[in-house]
């Protein structure tokens, strides 16, 4: 992990390139960390580059940016850009019974995830709306959703460092629709880590703004 002094920023590998994001992180409730974020010209980390960050502040032990990182796994939870609308059971609708991952929309301070536009840009076959369907293997299908197959791969990487290594909590089929934020954090009382995806909108999560994304192509 590398740090550049004055507006620190933290480069950690990402895919085919370099994550760049602020120091310090941001803390409060998601939308008001989103809020903040957009007011310095920064971006909400999305699941796959906070997996990438974690990832490489588990390599890099010593850095005292990465104990920080670690430390906050432990005292609060980081805040990833995806959401989570959990669809009921309706055997007349074309997608229903699952998970729709997505961005929400920040709307008047508040995070908004609309069934019809997300449903819409699914059925397009925009990227950044996945799809998992209750069902058989559901935990892993989400994991891969969520963060993307070298993403999941270094999430699971990341809980051999835990002694009951990985947790992945999620609703099962819901009687309506819930709307839901994602974080990643230390299941202290466990010892595992612990990839939630039905956590509420509150103010114990942090993020560190996105600055850039190089890419080596």
């Given amino acids: 992990m590398k740090a550049k002094i004055g507006r620190t920023e933290l480069t950690v590998p990402h895919e085919r390139g370099n994550l760049i994001v602020a120091h310090p992180q941001y803390k409060g409730t998601r939308a008001q960390v989103e809020t903040q974020m957009n007011q310095a010209g920064l971006r909400m980390?999305?699941?796959?580059?906070?997996?990438?960050?974690?990832?490489?502040?588990?390599?890099?032990?010593?850095?005292?940016y990465s104990q920080e990182i670690r430390q906050t796994l432990k005292d609060a939870w980081l805040w990833e850009r995806?959401?989570?609308?959990?669809?009921?059971?309706?055997?007349?609708?074309?997608?229903?019974?699952?998970?729709?991952?997505?961005?929400?929309?920040?709307?008047?301070?508040?995070?908004?995830?609309?069934?019809?536009?997300l449903v819409q840009r699914l059925q397009d076959g925009d990227k950044d709306v996945r799809f998992v369907p209750n069902g058989a293997g559901f935990e892993q299908k989400y994991l891969t959703a969520r963060y993307g197959e070298e993403g999941a791969d270094k999430?699971?990487?990341?809980?051999?460092?835990?002694?009951?290594?990985?947790?992945?909590w999620t609703l099962d089929s819901v009687g309506k629709d819930v709307q839901k934020m994602s974080a990643l954090g230390d299941n202290?009382?466990?010892?595992?880590?612990?990839?939630?995806?039905?956590?509420?909108d509150d103010g114990s999560g942090r993020a560190f703004g996105v600055i850039a994304l190089e890419t080596s192509e």
Avoid: C
Avoid at 45 to 64: I, Q, R, W
Avoid at 156 to 164: F, G, I, L, R
Avoid at 188 to 200: E, I, M, P, R
């Fill in 45 to 64: 980390p999305t699941s796959a580059e906070t997996a990438s960050l974690v990832y490489d502040a588990f390599l890099d032990k010593d850095n005292k």
């Fill in 82 to 117: 995806e959401g989570n609308l959990y669809l009921a059971k309706n055997p007349g609708a074309e997608v229903h019974d699952g998970v729709i991952i997505a961005n929400p929309e920040l709307v008047d301070g508040q995070m908004v995830m609309d069934r019809s536009s």
């Fill in 155 to 168: 999430i699971d990487e990341v809980a051999k460092n835990y002694k009951k290594g990985l947790q992945i």
């Fill in 188 to 200: 202290w009382d466990f010892g595992s880590l612990l990839v939630d995806g039905f956590w509420n």
